[in-house]
Structure formats: C-alpha cells, structure tokens
C-alpha cells in the first residue's frame, strides 16, 4: 500500500516551454502533497506544500509563477514549469500524505528528471 | 522542527549489522524521528518512524533513547541494496507539517 506514481519519470525540454507533471497517489486519498527538488549531490529541497481543493503554500525563494501547483483531486497533483530555463534542471519529486494513513507518514514518488536545454 | 546531526558516511560489510545513529538533542515532546532512505535517483523510502518507544518492522529496527536526544537505525543483516543515503528526519506530528530533509548518512555496503 502507500504508492505514489509521477509521469514522466524524465523529459528533456528547449528553454522557454512549459513542463507538466504529474503525482498520483495510487492506493489511497491524499489530503496533502507537497513538492521537492534535487540538485545534484544535495538535498532534497521543500518546494511547496499543497492541499486538496486549496492554493498551495510556497516555501521562501520559490516563484509561485513559474512553479504552478494543482491540486484539483484527491489523488493527483501537478507541477507546471512555466518558462523552464537550463537552471531549472534538476530532480523533482512528490510525496504525499492521506488522512487515513497511520500517524503522518509521507510517501514518495519517484521523481522526474527535468533537463532544460 | 528540531534538527538532526548525522555522520556524513559510513561503511558496512555486507551481511553485518548497519548502526545509524542519529543526534537530535533538542526535540520536543510532540515530535516524531522518522528515518527515510534514497537509493540513487529514487525518490526517498520511508522506513521506520516512532515517538519513544523503540520500533522494529520488516525493514529495520529504531531504538530511541530514554531522554529521546538521539536515536539509532539498525539494519540487521546489511546487503548491497542497501547501500543509499539515510535521512533521519525529526517531525511535528501535525498532518501538513512535511518532511525538511538534511544531508544524511551516506551507507555504502560492501562486499
């Protein structure tokens, strides 16, 4: 139980185009999702923590307008890139969170691998 | 959220105990250690979370201690897929309070 999906898995992109992508929690109803990113050799990064028919919360540093967050369903959520540039490479990853899972647990997805030519 | 202090890497021969310790000296009464994994270019795995007891599932075991300032992950018989980065991750038990991840424990097992 506990899964979460994201597509595409990695997508390679000219500068200037818009990239969707998409989290699904597969086995249960996620309440919460939130979004991360990874440069390579570091962390994982908070980028923005959404609810469930709600405007997402950004973190500080991260441009709402170029990072449009949808949580229209309970079982998916979507990150547009709009206007990618090459400094937009990097890993994304979701997880999510569902009310009737135990004790607060986030479950994560895969990731997706953006490159931004 | 507390922080957490966590050694940069460490070796295990495969089929050994790993021990991942894990400082977190200023945690609060409501806050939880959880301990994730990420193998490389994967998304994080949970593995064990707990309050103050001492945990154990299929994946490993957490042993927290009495005054809760550091916890220990213990994998019991390492093997080669283990080898990932650990993140132990201390976390209010709120429902929209996500994970903030530092820069774990680099396990590398060998054989």
């Known amino acids: 139980g506990a899964v979460v999906s994201q597509h595409p898995s990695w997508v390679i992109c000219k500068s200037g185009t818009s990239v969707k992508i998409e989290c699904r929690s597969l086995d249960f109803q996620a309440t919460t999702m939130f979004w991360y990113r990874q440069f390579p050799k570091q962390s994982l990064m908070l980028m923005a923590t959404s609810n469930e028919g709600s405007k997402a919360t950004y973190e500080q540093g991260v441009e709402k307008d170029k990072f449009l967050i949808n949580h229209a369903s309970l079982t998916l959520s979507t990150l547009t890139v709009t206007s990618a540039h090459p400094e937009d490479s990097s890993f994304y990853i979701c997880?999510?969170?569902?009310?009737?899972?135990?004790?607060?647990?986030?479950?994560f997805g895969p990731g997706t691998r953006l490159t931004v030519l | 959220d507390a922080k957490t202090t966590q050694p940069t890497s460490m070796d295990c021969a495969e089929g050994r105990a790993a021990n991942l310790p894990c400082n977190h000296s200023?945690?609060?009464?409501?806050?939880?250690v959880y301990w994730y994994r990420q193998i490389h270019s994967q998304g994080p795995q949970y593995i064990i979370h707990g309050l103050k007891n001492n945990e154990t599932n299929e994946m490993a075991s957490l042993i927290i201690t009495e005054d809760r300032k550091s916890s220990t992950l213990i994998l019991p018989h390492a093997t080669l897929r283990d080898t990932a980065v650990y993140y132990c991750i201390v976390k209010r038990g709120s429902g929209n309070t996500p994970l903030v991840f530092g820069k774990g424990t680099r396990l590398s097992v060998i054989a």
């Open positions: 997880s999510a969170r569902g009310a009737e899972l135990s004790t607060d647990t986030q479950y």
């Open positions: 200023t945690i609060s009464g409501n806050e939880y």
